[in-house]
């Protein structure tokens, strides 16, 4: 099993930043992609910013020049992170993990807002 923690979510105003990170642990081999999700109230969930093994990284559209993807290999961390946050930000941001199988993390509340 693996369980991914992500920490660093928030209330904060337009223009602002916040760095969020999710430790994977457990049963984690060799991973093939990290990556979040953000999903918004009445929308679909939708890729933010994704990271395959070789460095690779692809970001959504929406945050290209405004986030930053990063992972920590010797610690199975991935980070994100948002500058220039702006209200259309607003969403619970998942972590999400692929090795053997697919997980995701619980969740954090990203909120802009002045």
């Known amino acids: 099993q693996v369980q991914l923690v992500e920490s660093g979510g928030g209330l904060v105003q337009p223009g602002g930043s916040l760095r969020l990170s999710c430790a994977a642990s457990g049963s984690v081999f060799s991973i093939e992609v990290m990556g979040w999700y953000r999903q918004a109230p009445g929308k679909q969930r939708e890729l933010v910013a994704t990271?395959?093994?070789?460095?690779?990284?692809i970001y959504a559209d929406s945050v290209k020049g405004r986030f930053a993807i990063s992972r920590e290999n010797a610690k199975n961390t991935v980070y994100l992170q948002m500058n220039s946050l702006k209200p259309g930000d607003t969403a619970v941001y998942y972590c999400?993990?692929?090795?053997?199988?697919?997980?995701w993390g619980q969740g954090t509340q990203v909120t802009v807002s002045s």
């Open positions: 999400y993990l692929r090795t053997t199988g697919a997980y």
């Open positions: 990271i395959i093994s070789g460095g690779r990284t």
